[in-house]
């Protein structure tokens, strides 16, 4: 009965020495893809639910075959030439950015037109 419990805690004790040592390996390769999410990229990424529109920039060229692997919906190709607009599951964008050929991931912004500014700027607003 004690050879048992000996061998067992020795069994014990070398699976938690090697999840000790995997562990640090899994956090780093956890932060190289955390790094390539833009910090809201990376707060959607937790939600279990959603899909967000984003910008995957690319190293070279855009590959579509990343975003639609993993049930994303490619959208228009930027003219900077290495960026490509994609509708993707918060909880595929990690996946996404762990690609080697995606450089950064990051929220598509709504654009507003506003002359407000420019009518400061110009006195215009007295004109009213």
């Known amino acids: 009965m004690t050879f048992e419990v000996c061998s067992f805690s020795r069994r014990a004790m070398r699976v938690a020495a090697i999840l000790v040592f995997l562990s640090p390996a899994a956090a780093l390769g956890q932060s190289a893809v955390t790094e390539k999410l833009d910090p809201v990229a990376q707060a959607l990424s937790r939600q279990l639910t959603g899909r967000s529109r ?69 006195g215009a607003t007295l004109a009213r």
């Open 54 to 122: 984003v910008i995957v920039q690319f190293h070279g060229e855009p590959d579509v075959r990343v975003i639609t692997s993993r049930r994303g919906v490619a959208g228009r190709q930027l003219a900077e030439g290495d960026a490509q607009v994609a509708d993707i599951n918060n909880t595929e964008l990690a996946t996404v950015a762990a690609s080697p050929n995606v450089r950064r991931i990051a929220i598509d912004h709504p654009a507003f037109g506003t002359l407000e500014r420019t009518g400061a700027a110009l």
